[in-house]
């Protein structure tokens, strides 16, 4: 059974900086990976899809790499913003015939102003 | 502008009723979702439907039913038999998996017993 892990679980860090987010699974024979924003009591934002054939996606501030022989997912945040701070999830799609995605617990992440 | 519409945002249920909760989508998605998300648990899958009149039962489908009458809505009733219902619903929607678009979720209703 696919299983996704984001470390850490918190981050805190100080506006203007840089950072870097990470997603690891278990399986992978993925079909895509998509990172999600969530700010309190809201649904989830997609921020940047990638699939199994590529290797990242940029968006703006936003990076994510998909290295699937190593089963790590990054997503990288370039000079940071207060508006920033969310917790960011990260899922997988199987790339069999199950149609769920598999989510991470996620990064609550903090940008101080 | 499309998107999912879930209400109500809010929702209270007394011990032993059943409620719905509504899911509408203008994407012209073919398949939809409901996850439950509990503090420190994550998102878990509830129900899923890939075609209207079609649904498939997800990891935590206990106390839970839905139907698919039309493509557009996918509502989900929880019923008494459901003995920790408080947490926060999210419905989602995708293409089928040739469309390559991701999951698109709602804004979530939030369900509490009292």
């Known amino acids: 059974k696919q299983e996704v892990t984001q470390i850490p679980a918190a981050l805190s860090v100080p506006e203007g900086e840089n950072l870097v987010l990470n997603c690891s699974f278990t399986d992978s024979a993925i079909y895509n990976l998509q990172w999600f924003r969530q700010d309190p009591g809201k649904g989830l934002t997609s921020l940047l899809l990638?699939?199994?054939?590529?290797r990242e996606q940029t968006s703006g501030r936003l990076n994510a790499s998909l290295d699937k022989s190593s089963g790590r997912s990054t997503l990288y945040i370039a000079a940071s913003q207060p508006g920033d701070s969310a917790t960011y999830l990260c899922a997988l799609l199987p790339s069999g015939s199950a149609r769920q995605l598999t989510f991470g617990s996620g990064t609550q992440l903090t940008v101080l102003p | 502008d499309g998107g999912i519409t879930q209400s109500p945002k809010y929702l209270f249920r007394k011990e032993g009723q059943n409620v719905t909760l509504s899911c509408e989508q203008n994407?012209?998605?073919?398949?939809m979702y409901w996850y439950r998300q509990d503090p420190g648990q994550g998102l878990r899958l509830i129900y899923y439907?890939?075609?209207?009149?079609?649904?498939q039962k997800g990891d935590i489908a206990e106390g839970y039913s839905v139907s698919r009458e039309k493509k557009e809505s996918f509502p989900l009733t929880v019923t008494s038999a459901q003995k920790n219902p408080t947490a926060f619903y999210l419905c989602a929607s995708s293409l089928p998996r040739e469309g390559r678009t991701g999951y698109t979720f709602g804004s979530g209703t939030r369900l509490t017993v009292v």
């Open positions: 994407l012209n998605h073919d398949a």
């Open positions: 990638i699939q199994s054939s590529q």
């Open positions: 439907s890939q075609i209207v009149n079609d649904f």
